[in-house]
């Protein structure tokens, strides 16, 4: 399982013109090829109409699965060059499909990899990218006379204080990155004279904007 990885933060869509061409980039996050698969007939569906529908994506933690397609654009000068965005980000479980529709311009090769990358771009900054950062679940029990200083220091910390329970004692529940959980501890040892209970709970994924 990795530590961490970048994906899509959701599915949308942006538009661009070129030389009177409509390129349409839509992105979304894919976690099997049948997904992947399942969105480009979406979208090829909803633009039946359009000259091409090209597609590219990248399925699981190694891109095990990473497919092309031209849609009848020249061999190489659309799948191809938008995969190749995915690779350059670092995005994986995305699918990016790009409809085009011709205005009446023909843009060469060269001008056509580049409208298609351009296109797969900024659907991709348009939408947004996430980090996806597996996390333990750590819990810090501790009196209540500690609670200011321990929810203080966890605030100004690279850790996530993600709640507070009051109950007959306090506990505050905090994510540390897989792998830290060790300097986690002995800080928060540290830091209240091992006046605290620290029990691991369950390791999870947690998604931060990048």
């Known amino acids: ?3 961490k990885y970048f994906t899509i933060k959701e599915e949308g869509s942006h538009e661009i013109i070129i030389q009177k061409s409509r390129f349409i980039g839509y992105v979304k996050r894919t ?5 992947a698969q399942a969105f480009i007939q979406q979208i090829k569906k909803k633009h039946h109409d359009a000259t091409h529908n090209c597609s590219a994506y ?3 933690e190694n891109n095990q699965v990473q497919k092309a397609h031209d849609d009848g654009e ?3 000068t659309a799948g191809v060059p938008m995969l190749e965005v995915l690779k350059k980000k670092d995005l994986k479980d995305t699918t990016v499909v790009v409809t085009r529709y011709f205005g009446g311009i023909k843009l060469g090769a060269g001008g056509l990899i580049r409208a298609y990358s351009n296109a797969t771009s900024e659907a991709i900054d348009d939408v947004g990218v996430v980090i996806r950062q597996l996390m333990k679940q750590i819990k810090v029990t501790a009196d209540y006379t500690l609670l200011g200083k321990l929810e203080n220091q966890l605030r100004s910390s690279p850790y996530l204080l993600k709640d507070i329970e009051y109950l007959e004692k306090v506990t505050l529940n905090v994510y540390v990155k897989s792998g830290e959980e060790e300097e986690f501890s002995d800080w928060i040892i540290n830091l209240t004279s091992n006046q605290v209970d620290i029990t691991e709970g369950e390791e999870s994924y947690m998604e931060l904007d990048v």
């Open 31 to 35: 976690e099997s090829e049948q997904d």
């Open 58 to 60: 990248m399925i699981g």
């Open 74 to 76: 020249p061999s190489g």
């Open 1 to 3: 399982m990795l530590t």
